[in-house]
């Protein structure tokens, strides 16, 4: 059987509330076996963590750059401890969602630009710390993303390797290589399927298959058929929502313009998320067993 892993979903959103469940049962029945549910500051933890005990599914702990800005400045302590307490629970595959966004004007600019450069370096030291991997926010940011990476790594003593998810790739087809030298799996979504994305869909046909993962980060990026304009919200239209189910259609797009069946891309996709994050790998074939 066909089956899809949805390696970056927020069912805990508000979006959700209400319907997470439903919504994830839903999406089995489309044959997505598993997704992963990233926190994205201190304050939704046990909700990323409970919702992923509920439906089998796995879940990161870590600090979005969006939410550096209000972060407490004992929140890093907190993950630490969070890690610690919950570092048996096999659900817990990641630290993330962490990373470092330059598309918002007010982040690029002191003092905030060094306030989440800060807890984005501070985040990969607990995930060495940790031995997890990692999940990454890359928004205008590749470049000094991967130079956090090779700074933390170096300064460990355990070399350059890396296990992770570069969450919604957008750079450039360099930029993507050195992500996967350092052993990171680049997640493509929503944004694929519309045929204006040419540089993304050059990227999703060119890279090796083996550094591939799908996501959705459901209920944001919806893909082109769910997607609302800047008008059609104008008239009152609320924007698509995006959901885990969607990943079966979304492969179907990638796969086409790769050439190859779903059922291959489903089938590689899977292996990629497993290697990414090896823990979410144990858990499936508890699961399994079960």
């Not at 949805?6 to 959700?16: G, I, K, P, V, Y």
Request: net charge negative; aromatic share 6%; proline share 5%.
């Amino acid at each position: 059987m066909t089956t899809w892993i949805d390696t970056h979903c927020h069912l805990d959103a508000a979006e959700f509330w209400g319907q997470a469940i439903g919504i994830r049962a839903q999406a089995a029945i489309k044959n997505v076996a598993h997704c992963v549910l990233p926190a994205v500051d201190v304050a939704n933890f046990d909700a990323v963590r409970q919702l992923a005990h509920l439906t089998g599914d796995s879940y990161a702990l870590g600090i979005h750059p969006l939410y550096t800005s209000n972060a407490q400045d004992d929140d890093l302590q907190r993950l630490d401890a969070a890690l610690q307490q919950h570092r048996d629970d096999p659900h817990l595959v990641a630290v993330g969602e962490i990373g470092l966004d330059y598309f918002v004007p007010e982040l690029c600019e002191s003092p905030l630009r060094e306030r989440q450069e800060y807890f984005y370096t501070e985040q990969l030291k607990l995930a060495h710390k940790h031995s997890l991997p990692v999940i990454l926010h890359v928004r205008r940011s590749a470049d000094r993303l991967l130079k956090g990476l090779r700074e933390v790594a170096k300064g460990s003593g355990q070399g350059q390797s890396w296990h992770g998810i570069a969450h919604a790739f957008n750079g450039s087809e360099q930029q993507a290589r050195e992500f996967i030298k350092l052993g990171f799996k680049l997640g493509f979504g929503g944004a694929l399927t519309f045929e204006r994305a040419q540089q993304l869909r050059r990227l999703a046909t060119t890279l090796p298959l083996d550094a591939i993962v799908m996501e959705t980060d459901a209920p944001d990026m919806p893909p082109h058929w769910l997607y609302k304009t800047a008008g059609q919200r104008a008239a009152g239209e609320p924007q698509g929502r995006n959901e885990p189910g969607e990943v079966p259609r979304i492969g179907a797009v990638l796969a086409e313009l790769r050439g190859i069946t779903p059922e291959a891309l489903a089938a590689a996709t899977t292996r990629n998320a497993m290697d990414a994050l090896p823990r979410m790998q144990v858990l499936m074939r508890a699961c399994d067993r079960a």
